[in-house]
């Protein structure tokens, strides 16, 4: 995962994924821009309902599309798919309806700490811990400037994966203010649930427990899969992240972890959410005073 950076937008290239997949890489490095540059894509795709497109999946800097090739041939759906690249151009004007999210966010808690010091021996610091080493290396004073750098702005949900439920995050800030850490050397063989980890550009909410290689940063009291549908807000599918979503990470502290924790135990738990129509050329613009706007209408009332 490179340094991130808003560059004019190369050409898109476009690939087969044997009979029944078409792969289109728009860039090689991630930025806002070409992450819009698919959500309208797809979103221009998923409006026109091709007959033989049976799946559309963006993703950070490309997208998928699963077509039926007794009813679509991949080459006519190629040149509908260059059409809709000239026609989208450089995102001017597009609009995407979507949610502002409110994620709450235990930082340095006890269960992520205790994964991350089990394993310092597969870390780049292992004399540090994943804060203060991530801290250190993207020039922050302290610990805490860090956190607060980390959880200052909102962030935009650009992709869902690979495991099911995750989502991928990046920030909505210039490109110079971008944090970025790598993974660790080797991977974790355990990562709590609902774990709130980094890497390359990308914050993620590990949707289930497993293995890991992003740093540990806290975790989050709240699901982002529920295979059962308990939660109101799972009602319609067992993934609650959707790319395009905007997602404020909020700090709290043990008494709030321990009391949403119990309201997902009772099945009462919803997110806080607002509907929002999110503009990316403002977002590119002037993010710090677009991102105000944003967090107004979360907070507002």
């Known amino acids: 995962m490179g340094r991130s950076v808003e560059t004019e937008l190369p050409q898109a290239r476009y690939s087969y994924g044997g009979d029944e997949f078409v792969f289109v890489e728009l860039s090689e490095a991630m930025s806002l821009k070409v992450n819009f540059r698919a959500m309208a894509i797809t979103n221009k795709l998923r409006d026109e309902n091709i007959e033989g497109v049976t799946d559309i999946c963006p993703s950070n800097a490309s997208y998928m599309i699963r077509i039926d090739p007794d009813v679509l041939h991949p080459d006519e759906l190629i040149s509908r798919l260059k059409e809709i690249d000239e026609e989208v151009g450089d995102i001017h004007g597009f609009e995407l309806n979507t949610r502002v999210v409110d994620v709450p966010v235990m930082i340095d808690d006890p269960w992520t700490h205790e994964a991350l010091m089990r394993f310092r021996d597969r870390h780049q610091d292992p004399d540090s811990t994943d804060l203060e080493y991530s801290a250190r290396i993207n020039g922050y004073d302290s610990k805490e400037d860090f956190i607060e750098a980390l959880l200052g702005s909102p962030w935009l949900v650009t992709m869902i994966g690979f495991v099911p439920g995750l989502p991928w995050c990046y920030q909505l800030v210039p490109p110079e203010e971008q944090i970025e850490v790598p993974k660790y050397v080797r991977p974790r063989t355990y990562t709590p649930e609902r774990a709130f980890g980094f890497g ?40 609650f992240p959707k790319p395009g979503d905007i997602w404020n990470y909020r700090r709290i502290d043990r008494e709030e972890f321990d009391r949403f924790e119990a309201e997902v135990e009772e099945g009462t738990f919803e997110y806080k959410k607002k509907d929002f129509v999110f503009h990316p050329d403002r977002a590119l613009e002037d993010p710090h005073a677009y991102n105000e706007e944003i967090l107004g209408v979360l907070y507002g009332d």
Request: no cysteine; aromatic share 12%; charged share 20%.
């Open 200 to 239: 390359g550009g990308f914050a993620v909410i590990y949707s289930v427990e497993g293995a890991g290689g992003y740093q540990l940063f806290g975790r989050s009291p709240v699901p982002v899969l529920d295979v059962q549908q308990r939660l109101p807000d799972f009602r319609d599918s067992i993934v």
